[in-house]
């Protein structure tokens, strides 16, 4: 099964696709992860994503598809759930030419339903941990008092360069401009469910379970 995990950054893609790996035995593939990944690599491309990521722009189709193609080599029973891609029409044209070259298809795209004024309560009061990603949040879900992550026990907390306000009001706008069409696409398509994304992880995720158990 491969699904698309589509809302405005803050939505809570993460958090669910994480579930969903441990629940599943699903891949997440998170092009914002890979990217990350990829400045610190020290490579020119790396300064350029850096930079783009920093401003709150999109990093260009080619790469990220590119990255994404690479993913897709590695065979996966469980499917694989995208986290954050496609991102523009043309990556949603190219995913779905890249999953029928690998004989699959897409089986659902989750658009997650949030409004403006909680994603930027929620983005700047997010963090992750350093070593296994798993996410927090000052208002729903903070740091374990005793400074230890609850999933892996290390006490690294990062928060990201790029959730600040004046990045996030890009990264709004590039939501709106470029990613929102991808609602229409996919409904055009039949591949859309729509969810409430506010409210409690567990019933956000129950949401996702009960439109899944029905594929
Ligand atoms: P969020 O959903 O909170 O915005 P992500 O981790 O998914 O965070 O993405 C962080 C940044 O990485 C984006 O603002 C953008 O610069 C870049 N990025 C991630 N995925 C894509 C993509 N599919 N196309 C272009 N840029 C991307
Ligand atoms: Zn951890």
């Given amino acids: 099964m491969n699904i698309i995990l589509l809302g405005p950054p803050g939505a809570g893609k993460g958090t669910q696709a994480r579930r969903l790996v441990d629940e599943r035995n699903m891949i997440q593939l998170s092009t914002g992860d890979m990217l990350r990944e990829a400045r610190t690599s020290g490579t020119e491309m790396g300064q350029v994503v850096a930079d783009v990521m920093d401003r709150g722009g999109l990093v260009t ?38 999953l029928a070259k690998h004989g699959t298809t897409l089986d659902a795209v989750i658009e997650m339903q949030v409004d403006d004024s909680a994603l930027v309560a929620r983005i700047v009061a997010r963090s992750t941990c350093g070593a296994c990603g798993e996410v927090y949040n000052d208002l729903t879900k903070p740091q374990p ?12 907390f ?50 996702i379970r009960d439109i899944l158990d029905k594929k």
């Fill in 61 to 98: 189709d080619e790469i990220v598809i590119g990255l994404i193609e690479e993913k897709l080599e590695q065979d996966h029973g469980g499917g694989f759930i995208f986290d954050g891609f496609p991102r523009t029409l043309r990556q949603a044209d190219a995913l779905g030419e890249l």
């Fill in 145 to 156: 008092t005793d400074g230890k992550c609850s999933k892996c026990g290390a006490s690294d």
């Fill in 158 to 207: 990062k928060r990201r360069a790029d959730d600040n306000e004046e990045s996030l009001r890009n990264r709004l706008m590039e939501y709106y401009k470029k990613t929102s069409p991808l609602i229409g696409y996919y409904y055009a398509k039949g591949e859309l469910k729509s969810i409430d994304g506010l409210g409690e992880i567990d019933a956000i995720a129950g949401q």
